[in-house]
C-alpha cells in the first residue's frame, strides 16, 4: 500500500524547478516508465507543487522518513488548509499523511485521507487511481465490503485496468458479500485468462460451493490435478471432499491414497476421519474387504479409539475373532466415549 520513499523524493525533486541540462531528459524517462493506467479516461493533470508550499511538502517527506506518523499527519492537515494549496499540494499530502495512517492500523483515518486525496483531484493518473484503490483495500479492511465495491468498480471504470489482481480483488468483494453466483462467475473469467493463477483457481472452487454449484467446483478442482497445480493437503481435500459429496468413493480413494504416498496429505485425525467416511460407505455397500482396509488406515492416525472399535465390530462380523479382539484392545487403548462395545467384543 505504501509508495516508495524513494519515489516520493524523487517526485518533490522533479518539481523543485531545477533546470536539466538536456530538455528532453524529462520525456526520455517518462517513456521508459510506461504508465500504470494507459488507457484511463482522466485526463492527468500537471501533478506541480505550488513554489511556495515545496519545502513544506519536503519537510512532509522527511516527517515520513522519519517514522514520525503522527507529525505527518498533522503536517498534512496543516498544509491543506493553506490559502495557497494547490489541488496537487493537498492531494499530496493527503496522500501520504493516508499511508502514515495505514502505517498505524488507523483505517478509519486511512480511508479519510485518502478519499480527500481523491476529492483534491491532483495527482497524475498513476498515483490518483493507485490511491483509489488502496481506498478500496481500507474499505475491505474496515468490513466495507459495499463501499469498496463501489470503489473499485468506479477504479476500474474509470481506469480501465486489465490487470488480474484488480478484477480478483473485486471477485473477493463479491463473495464477501455473499454474492457467490456473480463471484464464482468473476473467478471463472479470471482463471479463463489466467489458467495458472492457484489462488484465483482455490476461491473460484469456494464460491461454486458456497453457491451450491459442486459439480462446477469438481471440475475446476479435477482439471487442476490433473495438471498437477493441486499440491497442498487443504486443496487436495477439497477435491476428494467434492468426489465424495458427488458419491464418487473410488476417485476420492484414490486421491488420497496418492496424497498420503506423496506425503502431501498429513497424517492426521482430520484424514482418520475422512477415512471412516469412505469405510462406512464401503460397509453399506457391503465391500467390506475395503472397509475393513480403510478402518485399519484411520485407527493409527485417530485422535481415539473410535476407528479402531468400528474396525473391531467389522472383523466380527467377518468372522476374524482374533483379529476383531486385537483390534478392539486399540480402541481401548486409545480411548472410547463408551467402552463397553470393545469390552464385549474382547470377553466372547
Given at each position: ?43 492527468s ?8 508550499l ?52 488507523n483505517?478509519a ?8 486525496a ?24 474496515q468490513?466495507?465490503?459495499?463501499d469498496?465495491l ?7 471504470a474509470?481506469?480501465k ?16 458479500l ?10 471463472k ?13 482455490m476461491?473460484?472452487v ?6 451450491d ?10 482439471a ?7 499440491t497442498?493437503?487443504?486443496?487436495l481435500?477439497?477435491?476428494?471432499v ?7 468413493w ?6 488420497m ?9 498429513d ?12 469405510a462406512?460407505?464401503?460397509y ?6 475395503l ?8 485407527g ?11 474396525l ?37
Amino acid at each position: 500500500m505504501h509508495d516508495k520513499r524513494a519515489q516520493r523524493l524523487a517526485q518533490i525533486r522533479g518539481e523543485s524547478g531545477a533546470k536539466s541540462n538536456d530538455k528532453n531528459d524529462k520525456k526520455a524517462n517518462e517513456e521508459k516508465k510506461p504508465a500504470l493506467y494507459p488507457n484511463a479516461t482522466r485526463v492527468s493533470p500537471e501533478a506541480q507543487a505550488t513554489g511556495k508550499l515545496l519545502k513544506q511538502l519536503q519537510g512532509l517527506q522527511e516527517l515520513y522518513g522519519k517514522q514520525d506518523m503522527a507529525g505527518v499527519m498533522a503536517k498534512a492537515d496543516e498544509i491543506a488548509a493553506m490559502p495557497t494549496a494547490s489541488n496537487y499540494d493537498k492531494s499530496f499530502a493527503y496522500s501520504l499523511a493516508a499511508n502514515a495512517a495505514a502505517d498505524q492500523d488507523n483505517q478509519a483515518k486511512a480511508a479519510d485521507y485518502f478519499r480527500k486525496a481523491l476529492d483534491s483531484n491532483g495527482l497524475d493518473n498513476d498515483s490518483h487511481y493507485t490511491t483509489m484503490f488502496n481506498l478500496a483495500v481500507i474499505q475491505y479492511q474496515q468490513d466495507k465490503y459495499q463501499d469498496a465495491l463501489a470503489t473499485i468498480d468506479r477504479f476500474l471504470a474509470e481506469s480501465k485496468s486489465e490487470k488480474p489482481e484488480h478484477f480478483s480483488f473485486r471477485a473477493d468483494l463479491l463473495a464477501n458479500l455473499g454474492r457467490n453466483d456473480e463471484a464464482a462467475a468473476a473467478y471463472k473469467a479470471l482463471i479463463a485468462k489466467n489458467p495458472d493463477d492457484k489462488r484465483v483457481l482455490m476461491n473460484a472452487v469456494a464460491a461454486l460451493q458456497a453457491a451450491d454449484k459442486f459439480d462446477q467446483a469438481n471440475v475446476l478442482l479435477e482439471a487442476a490435478y490433473k495438471r498437477g497445480m493441486l499440491t497442498d493437503g487443504k486443496e487436495l481435500r477439497a477435491l476428494y471432499v467434492g468426489y465424495m459429496n458427488a458419491n464418487r468413493w473410488n476417485d476420492a480413494r484414490a486421491v488420497m491414497e496418492a496424497g498420503s504416498s506423496k506425503g502431501i496429505l498429513d497424517q492426521n485425525p482430520q484424514l482418520a476421519k475422512d477415512y471412516m467416511v469412505l469405510a462406512q460407505n464401503a460397509y453399506a455397500d457391503d465391500k467390506i474387504p475395503l472397509a475393513i482396509e480403510m478402518y485399519t488406515k484411520a485407527g493409527p492416525i485417530a485422535d481415539d479409539g473410535e476407528a479402531y472399535l468400528n474396525l473391531a465390530k467389522v472383523l466380527d462380523y467377518s468372522g476374524k475373532k482374533a483379529e476383531a479382539k486385537a483390534a478392539a484392545q486399540k480402541a481401548l487403548d486409545k480411548g472410547l466415549k463408551k467402552p463397553e462395545e470393545a469390552k464385549d467384543i474382547l470377553t466372547r
